[in-house]
């Protein structure tokens, strides 16, 4: 059975970015400017993902904001009829340019936060000053007339100021806020150990969202991703792999979701050689996890292979190097109790520093 078409594609225009987050979901290696897609291979890729049935577009890098020509991509997304979201750190986007964007097409600001103050914010992104600079920004966001959406990647460095979080987010004339707990790959996998929340953590961060959601229902819309290693059925990642979302990279490269590139031996087609649609609908990549045909024991006998879809690839090739084996952040796999004991294992430590995510030192 053909697949529907996708709902929604990732732009991830470019790896540069002066913010440093260690728990970045760019692949370790970044690629370097030279190695990104110009301006016209992009519009032709967006032309393509419209034509292909796609109905939003989420401009995204690194930093989509040190790309000259996001006008132009802008542009081009809504003449193609697509609905055209920024996700970005705001810190090096002024007023003037975010008119530009606005008067381009654009309808929708995501904005990063690291934290609910400048003291572990700057310290999480690596860049000082750069809580300031996002408030600001935000504050133009609401003056230009767009609507905003605040996004928290809450770890246990963070995660006691949720509640913190979530106010400022309203203070700022946010119309929705993600709290979206770390997913364990790239970057943050590999500061897995300073980032871990421990159990009375997440319970207490789940009694804050909830709380929240009750106080503020009607002000604010609250998104809650909670922690894969404390689950105990996996998510519906990326709505299934291959299902309702495809990534295009700073490069080109076609993925099923923005961390499919941690997974180690699979190809990933380009759009500068081959057609978007004919990717989404051949290629193997896209293919090898798609629908449920490809499950293993327990997923396959299991009555919700077709709401989980397996849950995360990436998740089950990280912990257990094989992307084909039951997500552990279900209670029914093998691998369950690995990942339980590695969560609290790391919870346990008591680490600060960071590996940072440095495009200077990480592009290949």
Known sequence: MM???????????????????PYCSNPLALERANREMATGEWLRAIAEAAALGCMQIHFSG?????????EKLVAGAAAAGLYTNLITSGVLCDRARLERL???GLEHVQLSFQDSGAEIGDHVGGYAGGHEKKCAFAALVRDVGLPLTANFVVHRQNLNHLTQMIDMA???????????????????LKNRAALMPDRAQLDAMVEAVTAARERLKGVIAID????????SRPKS?????????LNISPSGHVLPCHAAESITGLHFDNVRQRPLADIWLHSEAFRVFRGTGWMPEP????????????????????ITGDA????????????????????????????RDFVYRNYRTAAR
């Open 299 to 318: 997923c396959r006998s299991c009555d919700r292979k077709e709401i989980d879809w397996g849950g995360c690839r990436c998740q089950a090739f990280a």
């Open 170 to 188: 309203v203070a700022l004339g946010a119309g929705r806020v993600e709290i979206a707990n770390v997913q364990y790959y790239g970057w943050a």
């Open 102 to 104: 606005a008067a381009a």
């Open 3 to 21: 697949p529907e078409p996708p709902l929604a594609v990732l732009a991830e225009l470019t790896h540069r970015c002066p913010l440093q987050c």
């Open 224 to 231: 809650f991703v909670v922690p894969d290693y404390y689950a």
């Open 237 to 245: 990642c990326m709505g299934g792999w291959g299902r309702r979302f």
């Open 62 to 70: 690194g930093e989509p904001t040190v790309r000259p020509d996001l």
């Open 324 to 351: 084909a084996r039951t997500d552990p952040a279900c209670a029914l796999s093998e691998d369950h109790a690995r990942l339980t004991g590695i969560a609290a294992d790391e919870a346990r430590r008591d680490g």
